[in-house]
Structures are given as C-alpha cells and as structure tokens.
C-alpha cells in the first residue's frame, strides 16, 4: 500500500520577500493575501508557515495583479505570456545544454536588472544570474526565484530531477538558506558574485523528452507547480519522511528501527543525513509541524483530534510543541487560517 504523502509546507519569510515588490508599488497587502487564503496576521509571525497550496495561489494572485511574471521584483515587469512561449520554443531543442543556452538568450532579450548564463568549465557547468547594477533584496529574490523556475523546468524537459553540486546564494537570510538547501538538495553557498548553480556538465547533453503535447498539461501547473515538482523522493529524509508518516498516530519508530527497516546502519543513517542537512529528530519535527498545519485548516477536526492523530498523549502537549514550530497557538494559527481563507 502506498504511503500516505504530507507536502513540506512554506516559511512566511517566503511570502513576505515575494510580496516585496507588490509592498514597493503601495498594492493593498490584506486583499492580495485574502486571495490566497493567507491571513495577513501570519505576516507578523516570523515562524509560521503557510502550504503549498496558498504559496501557489499567492504566485497566481501577484502575476494577474501586477501583471509581472517576476512579481514587481524587477525595475521592468516580465510580461505575462514569456514563460509559456520560453516553454514552447524550449520543447524543440534537442540537448538540455542547447535549451539552457537559446532560453538564456530569449530571457536575455525581456530582463534588464540580471542576465542569465550558462557556464561550461570541463566536468561541472554552473547557472548564472549575473547583476548588469546594484543588487537590493527585491532584485536578489528576483534572481533566486528565476534560477530556481529554470532549474524545475529543466527537470521537467529532461524529465529527471538533475543533481547539483552546490547552490550558490546571497546572504540574505540564514532560513531561507536552509530551505534552498532542502528544495535543491545540495549545499548552499551563501557568498559570490552571482546566483545559481553548479553541477556536473555532463547532464547538459541529455535529450530533451517533452513535446509540444506534455507542454500543455505542465503548462496548467507552472510556474508555480514547480515549486514541487521535482522533489527527489529516492533521497533518504524523503523515505524516512514517508515511513514516519505511517506511524504517525502511534509512537514513532525509533532511529534504530527505521535503520533496520532500511537496511542500513544507525551511524550510517545518521551520517548520510548529516550530508543532506537534516537530523533524525528534525524530520520527526517538522512532518508533525506540516501535518498539523493540513489538519488545522480541517474545520472538522478538533484540537484534541489532530493532538491525538498526531501521536500527542494530550492536547496541552500538542500546542506546547506547535507553539514552538510556529511561533502561535494551534487555536490561534487555525484561526488566521480560516480568517484568511
């Protein structure tokens, strides 16, 4: 049977640097979240989280808005439509290292404030956003959302997810490094001249395997399906996460039985997370955190019913640990969750 699967929910540092440039042009802050089902209390709690679902929705709800692809980011918007025909001309090319090259060179044509390059140095090829004037906060969110779009939809293209090397990224803020970290799955340098990536060069020659029919199934979703799309499930936090979810109502295993289930050793275990970023009792943590989060917005449920479901003995338990995730109160988070649906 088929594990059930708890999407990974999205930090409101998130939310607040996507709407920074919706802030700058004196858009109403309230009705842009209203529309996306996110309470604009939320704002002010540095720990919450919204799901993915809302993330979504916001994206959708600043594109129509302000007419941008880039959100207001930018000192000229990126007319509505460029992704979608990047996408089409995209579909035709015959290498991943081709499509890179001609999609940098329809962008190059539409941005102003950053340009984006392949780079191909002997065994390891990086991505680039490189500054043409002074990069602020709005214009690095800019950058990292385009390098990160680039990398979902080169997946998608090659239909694989392509293992980086490293990220490379500007200080901006420690927890958005860290959730860089987890959506790339590869370290993240938070220093240098430019955005992006690196990774081996030798991917740049696989075959490019979507058509123009698979375009217009993917087209529905994305951009902002690419958020998700292209999570490497095979990655050892994605199967514990998996096998916790199971278990979830009981005592959860312990780290040495989910070692043995996976048939590999404690210090092996702990050693190969370590490598991914992630302790065992984090990914405990932050599954009961976003499965919380999807009950919360469950009229349905009552608070003693998710603190049960969730393996909490009682329910005063529940929303000490849920306070400590997020920052609020369950009743209080469930409350603003509602408010802004």
């Given amino acids: 049977m088929t594990s059930p699967v708890t999407q990974h929910t999205v930090s ?12 700058q042009r004196g858009l109403d802050m309230s009705v842009l979240l209203r529309r ?7 704002l002010a ?5 919204v799901t993915q679902t809302q993330y979504a929705r916001l994206i959708r709800t600043l594109r129509r808005t302000l007419r941008d692809e880039l959100w207001g980011l930018c000192s000229q918007p990126l ?18 290292g081709e499509a890179f ?8 044509l539409l941005l102003s404030d950053f340009t984006p390059r392949l780079q191909r140095e002997g065994d390891v090829a990086s991505v680039r956003m490189v500054d043409t004037g002074d990069r602020d906060l709005l214009l690095a969110y800019a950058e990292r959302s385009f390098s990160f779009m680039a990398y979902g939809l080169a997946c998608w293209l090659v239909a694989r997810r392509i293992p980086l090397l490293e990220v490379v990224y500007p200080s901006m803020d420690g927890h958005l490094g860290s959730e860089a970290s987890r959506l790339f799955h590869a370290p993240v340098i938070e220093d240098g001249p430019w955005i992006g990536y690196r990774f081996e060069s030798r991917w740049l020659d696989l075959p490019i395997v979507q058509t123009a029919q698979s375009l217009q199934e993917f087209l529905q979703a994305a951009p902002a399906g690419l958020l998700v799309k292209y999570r490497d499930q095979a990655r050892l936090s994605e ?7 199971k278990h979830l109502a009981s005592e959860m295993p312990s780290l040495e039985a989910v070692s043995a289930v996976l048939a590999i050793t404690p ?12 302790g065992f009792q984090a990914i405990k943590d932050n599954l009961r955190r976003d499965v919380a989060i999807e009950f919360l917005s469950d009229p349905q449920l009552t608070l003693p019913e998710i603190a049960n479901r969730l393996g909490f003995a009682e329910a005063s338990s529940f929303q000490r640990a849920f306070k400590a995730w997020t920052g609020l109160a369950p009743g209080v988070y469930r409350l603003r969750q509602l408010t802004g649906s």
């Fill in 267 to 278: 210090q092996t275990l702990k050693r190969r997370l370590r490598d991914e970023g992630l």
């Fill in 239 to 245: 199967r514990i996460r998996r096998l916790l979810r």
């Fill in 101 to 108: 090259q001609k999609g940098f060179h329809f962008y190059r």
């Fill in 45 to 49: 709690a540095p720990l919450s989280r």
């Fill in 12 to 23: 409101i540092l998130q939310v607040q640097h996507i709407l920074l440039g919706a802030r």
């Fill in 36 to 42: 996306a089902g996110i309470s604009e209390e939320m």
């Fill in 79 to 96: 007319r509505m439509g460029s992704f979608d025909q990047a996408c089409r001309l995209l579909v035709h090319c015959k290498t991943l």
